[in-house]
């Protein structure tokens, strides 16, 4: 169950970044939390 959130907080953050492309200064991991939540 774990690991699935993480996975689709990947795929939510890659999606995010992918939509409104530019400067973030917030890392892999930080884009992955808020994926998550």
């Not at 890659?14 to 992955?32: A, H």
Request: glycine share 18%; proline share 5%; hydrophobic share 60%.
């Amino acid at each position: 169950m774990i690991i699935a959130a993480i996975v689709i907080g990947i795929i939510a953050g890659y999606l995010g970044r992918l939509l409104l492309p530019g400067d973030d200064p917030m890392g892999f991991v930080g884009t992955v939390a808020i994926g998550i939540l």
